[in-house]
């Protein structure tokens, strides 16, 4: 894989809101680049552009997560993959169990989430750094 210089945070949300909350918030560090997709069927067609982190909204209608994580995976077995619920949003149980097996953190979508998302994406972003410094 070729050393990266840029830190790539991709958000699927089919109505962009966070996505573009965190666009103006981050990518206006040089090391952090933000790219928002409104379907999975469009992240699919540009994967080859690998995303360090991925945060998935639960109501994109168009792809599984599963499916998503699998092919994301064949580009960057290291992407983390982030997953927006709405605490409000009844799922069935098949539901919640591909979301907690190929998801590596799972964000309630409240009144919080943009403050712990962006700390989160910090640490992600710290550790990412690190890594091309050493």
């Known amino acids: 894989m070729a050393i990266k210089d840029k830190f790539k945070v991709v958000f699927l949300d089919e109505d962009g809101f966070y996505g573009s909350i965190?666009?103006?918030r981050l990518d206006s560090d040089l090391a952090i680049d933000v790219v928002n997709y409104n379907s999975?069927?469009?992240?699919?067609e540009k994967l080859h552009e690998v995303p360090d982190v991925l945060v998935v909204n639960q109501s994109i209608p168009d792809v599984s997560l599963r499916g998503l994580s699998d092919l994301v995976k064949l580009y960057n077995k290291d992407v983390s993959i982030i997953y927006l619920n709405r605490s409000n949003y009844l799922c069935n149980a098949e539901v919640v169990n591909e979301y907690e097996l190929f998801a590596h953190k799972s964000l309630a979508k409240d009144e919080n989430t943009i403050s712990n998302l962006t700390q989160l994406l910090q640490i992600k972003w710290l550790s990412f750094s690190k890594s091309i410094a050493a």
């Open 22 to 24: 965190f666009k103006e």
């Open 40 to 44: 999975g069927l469009a992240l699919i």
